[in-house]
């Protein structure tokens, strides 16, 4: 098949059985890895050149996406994509069908029946972080090749071998970990360049995170790995910081590209080297907590990560005294008003929230087995809502625990 010169593909494991992803497995006389898909494709217009490589993973793949899957493509990005995946399976016997309304246990449980009445062989998933992710989620338990299409650079879904569950109104339950990364992910730069801009903002949101989380739950670790992921973490920071303005400036320009890859392949990869431990801690926490408030369910999972950021730092401020992390906090102000991602719970549609919405989410992000207890130091829910409601306050100002929990009280 001839190869554009724009594209790039590589391998990096001979299958993805040897493939290493965020979770490891330890036994008695080893460890077992999953760090990246066995594939990576991308470049311009690759979707459209993909046929060969789906149809040596089989030829009965079951399609999962959003409803725009059997409907009429309701914007752009998805006709342009539409068009490009009707190429690429041509030759194929497909079957598509929506995940929708979230990658819930009742979804799950529509498609497992669906992949035994189409007798699919493989399944690929196309879309956002959520369609990804149920894709991943039914190819793991139905024991079949995986394939990512991220429509968007909002997340690294595409990349990692780990999925969430949500309810069916997009409350976050429990994540579960995978055997093994994709065994293909296809990155169309064509594809990716039609989403909203919004997206991309979301994407940084949420890898900036990888630096923050890991390097204060792993800073200290001796593991080689581990090692090595917080510094890819600090790395990724980096690349952010120096060319997301300019790549928002000109969508599919070089720093574009370059931005679009750090947020779904760089991120993936610090995820897969450093485990669970280097991929989410108190911003996620966060995160999870938020999804249970439906005022904010309109808001991308890296908007709501972005500003878990902010609180993680805030809490730092508050529980250590840290002022390191008050300065982080006050350089991520400045960065994120430049891009748009969101400072304050006004920003994420919660100015009318109530102090008891507050501290239900603060509550379940601080449940025992919450990413948050990765942090070096306890977290009690009066703490966290006093770092939710003063992510933006001056950096010269100092807020004991119990200061900020009364100014929680008066600010719901």
């Known amino acids: 098949m001839p190869k554009s010169p724009t594209v790039k593909s590589f391998n990096l494991s001979q299958s993805s059985s040897d493939s290493v992803s965020e979770t490891s497995r330890q036994g008695s006389v080893g460890l077992m890895m999953n760090l990246a898909p066995a594939q990576v494709w991308r470049g311009a217009g690759v979707l459209a050149q993909s046929g060969d490589r789906l149809a040596a993973l089989g030829t009965r793949p079951l399609v999962i996406g959003g409803d725009w899957l059997s409907q009429a493509p309701p914007d752009r990005t998805l006709k342009s994509f539409k068009r490009d995946l009707d190429t690429a399976l041509a030759d194929l016997a497909d079957h598509r069908i929506s995940y929708c309304p979230d990658c819930s246990e009742d979804s799950l449980e529509r498609l497992r029946q669906a992949v035994a009445k189409h007798q699919a062989d493989f399944i690929l998933g196309v879309g956002g972080g959520k369609a990804l992710d149920t894709a991943k989620l039914i190819a793991f338990q139905s024991d079949l090749p995986i394939v990512t299409v991220p429509t968007s650079a909002a997340t690294c879904a595409a990349w990692t071998a780990l999925s969430n569950v949500y309810s069916d109104q997009g409350a976050f339950l429990y994540d579960v970990p995978l055997s093994r990364c994709p065994d293909l992910l296809i990155l169309d730069y064509d594809i990716i360049q039609t989403a909203p ?18 390097s204060v739950s792993s800073g200290a670790s001796t593991q080689t790995l ?5 510094q890819q973490a600090r790395v990724l920071r980096d690349i952010l910081f120096q060319k997301s303005v300019a790549a928002l400036a000109e969508p599919g320009g070089e720093a574009w590209r370059e931005v679009v890859d750090a947020s779904v392949l760089l991120a993936g990869v610090i995820g897969g080297l450093g485990g669970a431990q280097c991929r989410t801690v108190a911003a996620h926490a966060v995160h999870n907590g938020l999804t249970h408030l439906p005022a904010c369910h309109d808001r991308l999972h890296g908007e709501k990560v972005a500003y878990g950021i902010l609180v993680q730092l805030r809490l730092e401020e508050i529980v250590q005294g840290s002022q390191l992390a008050a300065t982080a906090r006050q350089q991520l102000l400045t960065f994120y008003g430049e891009l748009g991602l969101p400072r304050s719970l006004e920003d994420l549609g919660l100015a009318q929230a109530t102090l008891a ?56």
Not at 201 to 213: P, Q, S
Not at 226 to 230: D, F, H, K, Q, R
Not at 365 to 383: M, N, W
Request: proline letters at 5%; a neutral charge; hydrophobic letters at 50%.
């Open 197 to 214: 801009q919004r997206t991309l903002v979301a994407g940084i949101g949420d890898a900036l995170a990888k630096w923050y989380e890991a």
């Open 226 to 230: 581990v090692i090595a992921a917080v």
């Open 357 to 412: 919405d507050l501290r239900r989410a603060a509550q379940l992000a601080c449940q025992p087995k919450s990413d948050i207890h990765h942090l070096p130091f306890a977290v009690v829910p009066e703490q966290l809502v006093a770092a939710m409601v003063s992510t933006t306050v001056a950096m010269t100002s100092q807020v004991s625990p119990g200061t900020a929990a009364k100014s929680a009280g008066n600010d719901s």
